[in-house]
């Protein structure tokens, strides 16, 4: 059984378990492309918020590339799980080795999605972290670790639905954590989804476009965030 028919609607199911943060002036939300950003852009609109993409590339350990060593995110950001490299005894040429092939396909997505706009300045706002779900965590976990290198006053992760592990391990990482489902067996993050089809480069883009619309539109009728807005969407 479906619990969402769509990454949209799975969106708003989110934002309604995050009402406090509606109508802040300090709250920003980060989608983690490309699934979380249709999940992200309806959380936004929801709360009022600027939407941006946070992207995250895990660094995976040479000969076990499942296993995350660390990870590199927007804003130049880098984190390492020293314990892991420690134990691997991964050297710096393998670690830059695999830095550097993975900083080309985040630099080629940050210039996919953003079309030359700079990353959005986190520094002591509320960070609202979205993907579509939690299965395992590590991407979100990675994401979450990136955006405290960048001094946000509070990191909110939210997801649609997850694995009630993932979700209670992401609880003692983030400093609060949303979980809309927690289904009881699991399974895959897909499978409580009708319509789970891949989103495409294009789709990241012209929801954010249109999430920056929205926010040039409010700005310019000078609209403060807790007025109304119009719920025109697909």
Same mark, same amino acid.
């Given at each position: 059984?479906?619990?969402?028919?769509?990454?949209?609607?799975? &969106?708003?199911? =989110? *934002?309604? +378990? /995050?009402?406090?943060?509606?109508?802040?002036?300090? %709250?920003?939300? $980060?989608?983690? #492309?490309?699934?979380?950003?249709?999940? &992200?852009?309806? =959380? *936004?609109? +929801? /709360?009022?918020?600027?939407?941006?993409?946070?992207? %995250?590339?895990? $660094?995976?350990? #040479?000969?076990?590339?499942?296993?995350?060593?660390?990870?590199? *995110?927007?804003?130049?950001?880098?984190?390492?799980?020293?314990?892991? %490299?420690?134990? $691997?005894?991964?050297?710096?040429?393998?670690?830059?080795?695999?830095?550097?092939?993975?900083?080309?396909?985040?630099?080629?997505?940050?210039?996919?999605?953003?079309?030359?706009?700079?990353?959005?300045?986190?520094?002591?706002?509320?960070?609202?972290?979205?993907?579509?779900?939690?299965?395992?965590?590590?991407?979100?976990?990675?994401?979450?670790?990136?955006?405290?290198?960048?001094?946000?006053?509070?990191?909110?992760?939210?997801?649609?639905?997850?694995?009630?592990?993932?979700?209670?391990?992401?609880?003692?990482?983030?400093?609060?954590?949303?979980?809309?489902?927690?289904?009881?067996?699991?399974?895959?993050?897909?499978?409580?989804?009708?319509?789970?089809?891949?989103?495409?480069?294009?789709?990241?883009?012209?929801?954010?476009?249109?999430?920056?619309?929205?926010?040039?539109?409010?700005?310019?009728?000078?609209?403060?965030?807790?007025?109304?807005?119009?719920?025109?969407?697909?």
């Amino acid at each position: 059984m479906s619990l969402f028919a769509n990454r949209r609607y799975a &969106g708003r199911v =989110v *934002a309604a +378990a /995050l009402v406090q943060y509606a109508g802040r002036d300090d %709250v920003m939300v $980060l989608a983690l #492309p490309r699934g979380g950003v249709p999940v &992200g852009y309806e =959380v *936004a609109h +929801a /709360l009022r918020a600027p939407l941006d993409v946070f992207v %995250v590339r895990k $660094l995976g350990a #040479p000969g076990y590339e499942e296993l995350a060593m660390g990870a590199i *995110a927007s804003g130049g950001v880098c984190v390492l799980n020293q314990d892991v %490299v420690a134990s $691997l005894h991964v050297s710096k040429a393998e670690l830059f080795r695999v830095a550097q092939a993975e900083e080309r396909e985040l630099a080629r997505r940050e210039r996919a999605y953003r079309i030359g706009r700079p990353p959005l300045d986190v520094s002591r706002k509320i960070v609202v972290l979205v993907d579509d779900g939690l299965a395992t965590g590590s991407t979100l976990r990675a994401a979450v670790q990136a955006v405290r290198q960048l001094n946000p006053m509070k990191v909110v992760a939210a997801v649609p639905v997850a694995s009630p592990e993932a979700c209670a391990e992401m609880s003692e990482e983030a400093d609060e954590m949303v979980c809309a489902a927690m289904p009881q067996p699991f399974r895959a993050v897909g499978s409580w989804y009708e319509d789970f089809s891949q989103t495409t480069d294009d789709e990241v883009r012209q929801l954010l476009e249109s999430a920056r619309a929205e926010r040039q539109q409010d700005e310019e009728l000078g609209r403060h965030p807790e007025e109304g807005r119009s719920d025109v969407r697909t």
